[in-house]
């Protein structure tokens, strides 16, 4: 919405590189320099991709490796709360591809899971007034990584070029977002409490200081934290950890 609360369209522009090192990192220096809203950067393959927590994302050619960037506003909810936005709109986009008698589900707080297997990664980082939004998404194979099992969609059937499903990202995360100025958090939490792993799952949490919380997921808070049910029926708020599910 601008001032008079119109409805203001976002117009999407997505351009495509050969290699480089890491789409987030070109993204960041292009908001600074005063990027709009809307832009998307797609790289064929990255040599220097990263993950949360600092970690390496392999990046040679046939999978997604794509980021943009949201202008923030006074009136935006706060913007840790992108991470949903862009959970969401990724699971639609997957959809689209997959078939639906597959266990497809988000695991907080963005990442997409097929059965216990990782399909993808989302990585947010702050530009300024930008929230800088990084998707990688295995399409045509899958790394294979010493701590956590990974999946692609062409390992269950589903083929497509990065192209044409950064096509249907884009759509979707422009949709989500229109919803997340316009309507608030609510509906972006009610979307990913359907698509997530049920409550009662049990998780293995491992926290920032090195700590290890076990619990059962109970549900999101208001603000999209990830709510754990404690051994004894407490509840602990977790704002920021790798989770497992057990």
Same mark, same amino acid.
């Given at each position: 919405?601008?001032?008079?609360?119109?409805?203001?369209?976002?117009?999407?522009?997505?351009? *495509?590189? #050969?290699?480089?090192?890491?789409?987030?990192?070109? #993204?960041?220096?292009?908001?600074?320099?005063? $990027?709009?809203?809307?832009?998307?950067?797609? &790289?064929?393959? %990255?040599?220097?991709?990263?993950?949360? %927590?600092?970690?390496? /994302?392999? @990046?040679? +050619?046939?999978?997604?490796?794509? @980021?943009?960037?949201?202008?923030?506003?006074?009136?935006?909810?706060?913007?840790? *709360?992108?991470?949903?936005? &862009?959970?969401?709109?990724?699971?639609?986009?997957?959809?689209? /591809?997959?078939?639906?008698?597959?266990?497809?589900?988000?695991?907080?707080?963005?990442?997409?899971?097929?059965?216990?297997?990782?399909?993808?990664?989302?990585?947010?980082?702050?530009?300024?007034?930008? #929230?800088?939004?990084?998707?990688?998404?295995?399409?045509?194979?899958? +790394?294979?990584?010493?701590?956590?099992?990974? *999946?692609?969609? &062409?390992?269950?059937? &589903?083929?497509?070029?990065?192209?044409?499903?950064?096509? $249907?990202?884009?759509?979707?995360? @422009?949709?989500?977002?229109?919803?997340?100025?316009?309507?608030?958090?609510?509906?972006?939490? @009610?979307?990913?409490?359907?698509? $997530?792993?049920?409550?009662? *799952?049990?998780?293995?949490?491992?926290?920032?200081?090195?700590?290890? %919380?076990?619990?059962?997921?109970?549900?999101?808070?208001?603000?999209?934290?990830?709510?754990?049910?404690?051994?004894?029926?407490?509840?602990?708020?977790?704002?920021? $950890?790798? #989770?497992?599910?057990?």
């Amino acid at each position: 919405m601008d001032d008079d609360g119109r409805r203001v369209a976002v117009l999407t522009t997505i351009r *495509t590189v #050969v290699t480089t090192g890491s789409t987030n990192a070109d #993204v960041i220096a292009l908001a600074r320099a005063g $990027a709009e809203e809307g832009l998307w950067l797609r &790289a064929e393959a %990255q040599s220097s991709g990263r993950g949360r %927590q600092g970690r390496d /994302w392999a @990046s040679p +050619p046939g999978n997604l490796y794509a @980021s943009t960037l949201v202008r923030l506003r006074p009136s935006d909810p706060p913007p840790a *709360t992108l991470a949903l936005v &862009a959970a969401v709109a990724l699971d639609a986009a997957v959809r689209v /591809w997959l078939d639906d008698r597959i266990p497809l589900k988000i695991k907080w707080p963005n990442d997409l899971l097929i059965g216990a297997a990782k399909l993808s990664g989302i990585l947010l980082e702050r530009a300024d007034d930008a #929230v800088v939004i990084g998707f990688g998404v295995n399409l045509a194979f899958h +790394p294979d990584l010493p701590d956590r099992p990974t *999946t692609s969609l &062409a390992a269950h059937g &589903a083929v497509v070029g990065a192209g044409d499903f950064l096509e $249907a990202l884009a759509e979707g995360f @422009s949709r989500w977002l229109g919803k997340w100025r316009g309507e608030g958090l609510a509906p972006i939490r @009610s979307r990913w409490m359907e698509r $997530a792993h049920a409550p009662g *799952t049990a998780l293995d949490v491992r926290l920032p200081d090195g700590s290890t %919380q076990h619990g059962l997921f109970d549900r999101l808070d208001a603000d999209g934290a990830l709510i754990l049910r404690l051994a004894d029926g407490t509840t602990r708020v977790i704002h920021a $950890a790798d #989770v497992f599910l057990l």
